[in-house]
């Protein structure tokens, strides 16, 4: 006779879920503001103005010549604007939020192997009098090393948060199920 209260009846558990949706739909745009920020501060950087200077920003390499393009990181670009993009289109899906967990995951893969394996400059030659010279540029993690950071983490976070807002769509989706199938079988009876 009485009605079972629950919190989905107030709303509260489907309102987490519609929020958590939401913060998955927005934090990749989170990721493409770091990005653009990468465009300007260097992500790696040797810090010799003095000599040969390595940057590297999410573009590739600093100044970026045109003619030598890093098809890498434009394909990175592309992905991570429709990454974020498709956040609103699918409404962070749980294929989506799978995606977007793999695309972190690689982005932060990535940035290790720039650091482990970072670009480097070797050169030689003699001065006028016949002195041999030489040196070497490593590019080291720079400040844009935290915004690429954050873009990952990004992702991710949007990821998880795209699955744990699917899964309280459907479990929300299948206790109003089971009420209405209540309701129809008691008042058949």
Known sequence: MGREH????A???????WGLGLVAQALPWGAVAC????????VLDSGEPDSLRIRVTSLGF?????????????????????????AWLMRA????????????????????????????LLWDGQTANGMPTGGMEIAYPAAGFVFWIAGSLCFLAAGICGLIA????????????????????????
């Not at 709303?11 to 879920?17: K, L, P, V």
């Not at 990005?35 to 260097?42: A, D, E, N, Q």
């Not at 206790?175 to 209405?180: A, H, L, N, S, Y």
Request: charged share 20%; proline share 4%.
């Open 6 to 9: 629950s919190t989905t009846d």
């Open 62 to 86: 600093s100044p970026i010549d045109m003619n030598d393009l890093d098809e890498v990181y434009l394909l990175l670009w592309v992905v991570i604007i429709v990454g974020a993009v498709t």
């Open 35 to 42: 990005w653009v920020i990468t465009i300007f501060v260097p």
């Open 166 to 189: 699917q899964a309280r769509r459907t479990r929300e989706r299948r206790d109003r199920i089971r009420r209405c199938m209540r309701k129809n079988h008691g008042s058949a009876v």
């Open 11 to 17: 709303g509260s558990s489907d309102g987490i879920g």
């Open 93 to 120: 899906s749980k294929w989506w939020s799978v995606a977007a967990i793999v695309l972190g995951t690689g982005l932060g893969l990535r940035m290790l192997q720039m650091v482990v394996d970072p670009p480097y």
